[in-house]
Every structure is written in C-alpha cells, then in structure tokens.
C-alpha cells in the first residue's frame, strides 16, 4: 500500500520490526553489472544488514567477487542453470522464497530492463505495491521518484510489510568493490518450472563502452536524416573512447537499434559528457539524460528545447559541425 502522510487506511505493516535489505544481484559472462552495485549503495541508506542474492550457473564465482564489497554483510548463492537467462517467472519465486526465509524487509534492484522485469513480478507474488525508479531514500517506509517523465519528483510512503524497490543507478553512489568482508552461504530454494522457454538472444558485439557505463555518450537524433549519417557520430565517439546513442525518434525512424535508445522509454544514463547532436530535446529523452555531469548540445534550431538544459550549445548545421569537431580532436 502506497499513500502520502495525509492519507487514512487498513495498516498492513504488521509488527514493526527493524530494517533488513536483500539486493538481486544482475551479473553476466561472470561480470557483475554496475547497476548492481549503485543498487547495494542505495540498500546502505535504507539502513540495517544488507545481503546480496545471486543466482545461476556461475553464482559462486560472483559471489567471491560479491565478497569485498563494502556495506554488504552476506552473500546468498542460489546455483542453478534456470536462472542464467534473468527469466522473471523463476525469479520471482526465488525472491518469494528467500524474503519468507530471511524475513527481509527490503528488496532492490537496479531500474535496468532486468530489475524492472522481475520486481514487479515478484511483488505480486509478495502481494504487495513495488516502487518503481526510486532516486532518494529518506526513511525504511518513505521513497522520493519522478513522474511525468521527470517534470514531477514524488515522495511516497510504503506501508507494506515488505518493500520492493527498482532504484535508479544514476542516483545512488556504487558500492566499493574492495575492502569489504561478507560471508557466503546457500540461498533459499524455489520451483523453476515455468511456462515460459528461453529460446535464443542475439548480442552486438561492439569494441565501444556499454552505453549504459559509458563516461562519454554521443547521440544523435531524426536531424541525421539516415543511418548511414550516424557514422560521423561513430567516428567522434571513437575518437573520445565513448558509445553512441539515439533519440527515440531516430529509433523509431529506423536508423539505429532500439539497444541505442535513451529516455523515459529507452535506458537513462548519466555520463561524465553527453554531446546531443541534432536531437531537439523532448521530454522523454530529457528524462534519459538530464542527469549527465556536462551536456553539450549541437543543434541548427536556437529555440530548441535541447538548449535550455546544456551546460554548452552550438548553433550549427551538424553535417559541418560534427566533422569539424572530430578533426580538431585529431591535432
């Protein structure tokens, strides 16, 4: 049960008992995904003992690296094949049984496309209200998260005896790898079997950052006209050693993948630079982006919304502009 402090219902907290968080570990290829490890520093601000559970295949092998980071007390290792693929319908039940067998009071996860698709699963199986896109921690029960593609900041007070979390890594410092001294012990167990196959998945591979961990993005928009066009965005994000993404529109025109989104609907992103190249600046995409360190904007529109949240603007034609960029950078 969600309400804000004015409001009146059946308390479904039941005896108050003191904080306890269990963060689901994201990890891939024995690589244990960023997000994961801002989502262990937002646990720190909830408070008490914070555990990690991991799951798959490799478990023990990222639960020995799971070991030193700092603020976790213990790390439960479920090893088991069934949940090498972040299938939500096997999850979700071994987040059931592990909150019933660790009687944990909180539940996190990264706001990636893995967190968001379990969470909410697993909270219907908890029967109780998930809270989505968190970005600040005031108390054990009260949450602050955006609305309206970010145009509104939310604080809302949980009164379930449980409380699931999707937070947003942009938000939340990451846990330190090293330094820390938590212990390893089996996880709690829970029925696989589901309705739902793993078929096959299809993975581009690139020698550029992972958009979502990139410290510089390059990201263009429906003004590049093509997809062809998109390599002289390529080849300044090279010269940068950053990735490159899009616009909703330009995805939605075709030129690039959806892999490359960035917005309200796409992966939300804060890097050290951000360089919006003939992207206009609606508010979906703001909400992907707004929270980079330094924005440039390159754009031929001076009114376009894009400016009114750049750090630096060049009004330009970017077919001139882009190139004359990525050859300076070459002196």
């Not at 994000?237 to 959806?258: E, M, P, Q, T, W």
């Amino acid at each position: 049960m969600l309400r804000n402090a004015a409001t009146h219902g059946t308390d479904r907290t039941g005896p108050k008992r003191y904080a306890s968080t269990l963060v689901l570990v994201e990890h891939k290829n024995s690589i244990i995904a960023a997000s994961s490890l801002n989502a262990i520093g937002a646990a720190a601000k909830v408070g008490g003992p914070v555990s990690a559970l991991v799951a798959g295949s490799n478990a023990d092998a990222i639960a020995k690296q799971l070991a030193g980071v700092v603020g976790l007390d213990k790390v439960l290792v479920v090893n088991s094949a069934a949940y090498d693929h972040g299938l939500p319908e096997v999850f979700a039940p071994l987040i059931k049984a592990s909150v019933e067998a660790g009687s944990f009071s909180h539940v996190l996860a990264a706001a990636s496309p893995f967190g968001k698709n379990i969470i909410p699963r697993a909270a219907a199986l908890l029967d109780v209200s998930p809270v989505s896109d968190v970005i600040e921690v005031k108390s054990e029960d009260t949450f602050v998260r955006p609305i309206y593609a970010g145009n509104a900041i939310a604080t809302v007070k949980s009164e379930d005896k449980v409380k699931l979390l999707t937070v947003r890594s942009t938000s939340f410092a990451p846990a330190v790898l090293t330094g820390g001294a938590a212990t390893a012990e089996a996880g709690a167990t829970a029925a696989t079997e589901s309705g739902t196959e793993w078929v096959s998945e299809e993975v581009v591979k690139s020698d550029r950052p992972e958009l979502g961990g990139a410290k510089v993005v390059v990201a263009g928009g429906r003004a590049l006209k093509s997809g062809e066009n998109f390599e002289i965005l390529y080849n300044l994000a090279d010269k940068l050693g950053g990735a490159v993404g899009a616009s909703r529109a330009a995805v939605d025109a075709g030129f690039v993948g959806n892999d490359l989104q960035i917005g309200q609907t796409g992966k939300i992103i804060a890097p050290q630079l951000y360089i919006a190249v003939g992207i206009s600046g609606a508010i979906q995409h703001l909400a992907g982006m707004k929270d980079s360190k330094v924005i440039v904007s390159i754009n031929k529109d001076p009114e376009a919304p894009i400016f009114q949240v750049s750090d630096y603007g060049l009004v330009a034609d970017l077919f001139k502009a882009v190139p004359e960029l990525a050859q300076k950078l070459n002196k």
